[in-house]
């Protein structure tokens, strides 16, 4: 159990390491982590193994970061950004489009400019004027043949690299849009339209809320509210986390046992990408989706599916396949309350005192927002202290909202108007409860710093060793190791 976080510590490492050498084909690198990984098999079981295999790691994040560099530096689009050309090009919508008011924005894939085929590369589309409501009605794979100017990224722009964006691309006129080629985006967008016409009966912004909860799309939430759930500490609920994905997979699940492994497993992997595809392959959503799939995977070869190793072996699998998600807030925002739940709710739990149903979701609540608190206080320099009674209070809605708000919206969709409206009234009072705890949260403006982040931890571990001391006021060891106790008897070896 040792070895996976030195595997994670190591890759992280490299990954920075990759980073500060800058962009190269690492083709040496690569070839040395292979024989690493060779070396650590063949001497399984033993130290060196360890060694190799955390060698092997550090070389393989080094590698894979100046690859992702090199890719940026070095691409057929490098020439024409650099020098702004203007020109016709296809591209293929990453991402639903979504900006401020006059513009909107979205990763796109490049399969031609000006004819000539440019392999797919991924550049920052954006649309003003007359073509905004045109871009902004379209979705995550669709295709768009436009004329416009690529050039480089510039100003806020420039975080689209760590998206593997190249440049940017300037539309002055859509010339033609066609539906996804991909029949993954066209069942998923199909989905995802059925959800979202199920949602019609709700005024705008549950209805927009709701669209949050369930696929992440935020783009119609009022600005004040979407200010006030990240004042509460409440703006990962707006985004589809790794609970939407396990209520998805808990939809289909009795249909999934009928099945024997094998096929069950591919339905579950089936189901994962197309939640995945709903939702636009969020940070969050792929963490869940790994995690999910090696659950299944394990539970079909019969092995343990702790939930730590799962955890660190779904960041080894993400990290080495793109490495720029160390960048990504929306990343380590997940794997940091998932961290914190797996390692500290259920000790936090056993601390605290009251009815088990409380212990566990505080426990719970607690150690999410300890998770991300060194992402949250970094990032965004405060953590609201109402945080953890927020979410306390809104924990009771976010699984039936997310459940029935789901077959609610699905059915609604499908039966019309008339039967949505009475599915929906459940869906309509747990989203205006949810609006009312983060506009009341949002109104108490304590927040904790860096510094105090410091001062708190400092005082938990002085309570923590505290504890432990006083849990052990009652004897002393030997120098033999065994407690000897004031009455002055020795336990029974086999009860120690």
Known sequence: MKVPPALLGALVVGIIGGEWLGPGSARALLLLAAIGVVGAY???????????????????????????????????LSVVVDRRFTGEAVITLAEDPDGPKYQSAAVARVSTFEGRDVGGRTVLAVASGDNLSIFRALDAGDRVRARGRLAPLSGYATRARWRHAVGQF???????????????????????????????????????????FLLGDTRAIPDDLVAAFRDAGLSHLLAVSGANVAFALAVVEPALRRL?????????????????????????????????????????????????RILVLAMLVLLAADPFLIHSVGFLLSCGACAGIVIGAAPIA???????????????????????????????????????????????????????GLIASLLGGILGPGPA????????????????????????????????????????????????AWRNRTGRLDPRGWRVHREGQRPDPARS
């Not at 199909?190 to 709701?210: E, F, Q, S, Y």
């Not at 607690?366 to 965004?380: E, K, N, R, Y």
């Not at 949002?442 to 510094?451: L, S």
């Open 42 to 76: 063949l001497h399984r079981g033993t130290r060196v193994a360890v060694m190799l295999a955390i060698l092997a790691s550090g070389l393989l994040g080094v590698a894979v970061e100046q690859r992702a560099l090199h890719g940026l530096a070095v691409s057929p």
């Open 170 to 212: 300037r539309i002055d006129d859509v010339v033609a849009v066609a539906r996804p080629d991909s029949p993954w985006y066209s069942i998923a967008n199909g989905a995802r339209r059925a959800v979202l016409r199920g949602t019609t009966v709700l005024p705008p912004t549950p209805r927009a809320l709701l669209s949050g």
């Open 260 to 308: 024997r492994r094998g096929p069950r497993l591919a339905a579950g992997i089936a189901v994962l990408v197309l939640f995945g595809t709903m939702t636009r392959w969020e940070p969050s959503v792929l963490r869940a989706s790994v995690m999910a799939g090696l659950v299944m995977l394990a539970r079909m070869l019969g092995r343990p599916a702790e939930a730590r």
């Open 350 to 404: 056993s601390w605290l005192r009251g009815p088990a149903w409380f212990r566990e979701a505080l426990g719970v609540t607690t150690a999410a927002q300890i998770g991300v608190a060194p992402v949250l206080i970094s990032t965004f320099g405060a953590l609201p202290l109402i945080a953890l009674p927020a979410n306390l209070l809104a924990a009771p809605f976010v699984g039936p909202l997310t459940i029935w």
């Open 421 to 468: 409206t009475w599915l929906q009234l459940p869906t309509l009072t747990m989203l205006r409860g949810m609006e009312l705890i983060a506009r009341t949260a949002a109104e108490v403006p304590v927040a904790i710093d860096g510094r105090g982040a410091v001062i708190v931890g400092l005082i938990g571990a002085g309570a923590w060793c505290m504890r432990r």
